[in-house]
Each structure stands twice: as C-alpha cells, then as structure tokens.
Nanobody, 126 residues
Framework: VQLQASGGGLVQAGGSLRLSCAAS????????IGWFRQAPGKEREFVAA????????YYENSVKGRFTISRVSAKNTVDLQMNSLKPEDTAVYYC????????????????????WGQGTQVTVSS
C-alpha cells in the first residue's frame, strides 16, 4: 500500500490550499492518518492527525486555528485544509498511516507512521 498526497502549489501569504491523501491498493478506514511536512535541511515534523473514526484529532501548535484535518468518505481521502498560510509553512507535505491499527494517541512522531508516498510541495510566498 502507498499513500499519495496531492493538492500542493504556490500561494501568497494569507492564502489557502487543500491537500488530499489517498491510498492505493486498499483503504485506510481502520487506521489513523497523519499529515507531516519537511522543509529543506530540516527533519520531518508532525502537522495534524485524525483517528479512523474522525473523532480524535491532533494538531501541531503552530497550525492550530489555521489548518483543519478531516476524513472525506465520498472520496476515501484524508484532507488537510490550510488557511492563513505563512511563508514558514513552506515544505513538502506527506501523509502517513499509523503503524498500529485502531490506535491513536498524542505521540505523533514520524516513527509511529508508515507508507509515506512522494509528498506534495507547498510554497508560500511573502
């Protein structure tokens, strides 16, 4: 299985983008899904995560109130709506599936996720 992130692009500061994460080969209905990002020269960092039901959601502090993660059943995707974008949000964004089925907690380090895929570039100009 591999996850594919899409929807990135170039946007001015204050603008919005909506990213989508889709699974090829199977659905991820029993797994928590996380969004992460990696800027040049930096380690991959957690952005947001959502449980398999959508009832439990976690955000990294710097994106709270600006980003919204959701499960879209009709498309079988996990989307990340990003508003009020800032230049520091510039990075390659990846989605990952939690290693453990039917489990999520506040530890959303990249090591807890797998099946990353290629990622999608988000560039925010000032």
């Amino acid at each position: 299985v591999q996850l594919q992130a899409s929807g990135g692009g170039l946007v001015q500061a204050g603008g919005s983008l909506r990213l989508s994460c889709a699974a090829s080969g199977r659905t991820f209905s029993k797994y928590a899904i996380g969004w992460f990002r990696q800027a040049p020269g930096k380690e991959r960092e957690f952005v947001a995560a959502i449980s398999w039901t959508g009832r439990a959601i976690y955000y990294e502090n710097s994106v709270k109130g600006r980003f919204t993660i959701s499960r879209v059943s009709a498309k079988n995707t996990v989307d990340l709506q990003m508003n009020s974008l800032k230049p520091e949000d510039t990075a390659v964004y990846y989605c990952g599936q939690r290693n453990r089925q039917l489990y999520i907690d506040e530890d959303n380090s990249p090591e807890e996720y797998a099946y990353w895929g290629q990622g999608t570039q988000v560039t925010v100009s000032s």
